[in-house]
């Protein structure tokens, strides 16, 4: 229940259906190129509202998140803030996208560090969220040819917002790993980038149904986060560093990167703590940035659902320790 007495969205993220649909984000593409970022943003209004009064479970998901994140409950100006802040970051892309990061503003911090793990040419598994707008990394990474990017990421689950996407930088497509293609195929992917010393990003911050997951504090209660992110950069011996494109408002944006481990070891006997304590820098880290910069938190369902923990160790090991020996 939120702080109003309603039930909070139920069942797994992956139920919710996608926001928009084909039509609503294709003419949203055609509205921003044709006549501009500023004309296209006036649109994020009504949008807002639309989407404030017709996605109850959105709009009560989002209330329960403020109430944790300052103690108070949340309001409805706060509520349509983050929509906004999110409707804002989809409208981003298709510049970012079609024109690159001219007329953005984008501080960038911790990129040193970032290029001097990669210059050691073992890659790097750079962990984000679904917080702020992870586009900016992308584009970015076109202005460094030298160094690889490769995006995991569920194509399927907004098959409108991808195909828009891929139309307008075909040339990223090429860039995913597609979690939808099954296990094999992913595990074999995530290897040979490994090898080849790419950056590899995953967002940690979701998991999927009968996928390892481990609770750890964050926002003042317990809440599931995948174990599988820390399970690659183990088996694939990557470091990790946090990633976060927060968005500022207007056109800016901070490219955050900081290091969360220089070498994941998850030994048999205390895999468990292990992977909670890696999983809880994490965490403290996402929360510290919410905490600077609220309305980038973009989880639109109940994050503190209970969760059915899974403690054996699963099949991702196996999958791939084989593809690393193959």
Known sequence: MDAAGEPLPSGH???????????????IRFVALHFGRAFARVFLYPITLYFFFRRGPERRASWDYFRRLSGRPGNAWQVMHLIHAYAATILDRVFLL???????????????????????????????????????????????????LKLVMDKSKTPALTAL?????????????DTARGGTDIVLALSEAARTGAMITLLGDRGRPHELMREVPFLGADAAFPAAPWQIAA????????????????????????????????????????LDAYISRYAARLEQHLRA???????????????????APPRLDAQLHHARVA
């Open 13 to 27: 993220w992956l139920e919710r259906p996608e926001a928009g649909g084909w039509f609503a984000i294709w003419l």
């Open 98 to 148: 079609a024109r690159g990061i001219d007329g953005f503003e984008v501080n960038m911090r911790g990129v040193e560090e970032l290029h001097r793990r990669v210059a050691q040419g073992r890659g790097v598994l750079l962990l984000g969220a679904h917080v702020g707008s992870f586009e900016v990394l992308r584009v970015l990474a076109t202005r460094a040819p030298q160094y690889q």
């Open 235 to 274: 088996l694939l011996k990557l470091p990790v560093v946090l990633c976060l494109g927060m968005y500022r408002g207007g056109n800016r944006y901070d490219l955050v990167f900081e290091p969360l481990a220089e070498q994941v070891d998850l030994p048999r006997t205390e895999r468990g703590p292990a």
């Open 293 to 311: 910069a609220p309305y980038n938190w973009f989880n639109f369902y109940d994050f503190w659902q209970p969760q059915t923990l899974v403690d």
């Open 165 to 177: 996407l891929e139309a307008l930088a075909p040339e990223l497509s090429g860039s995913v790993i």
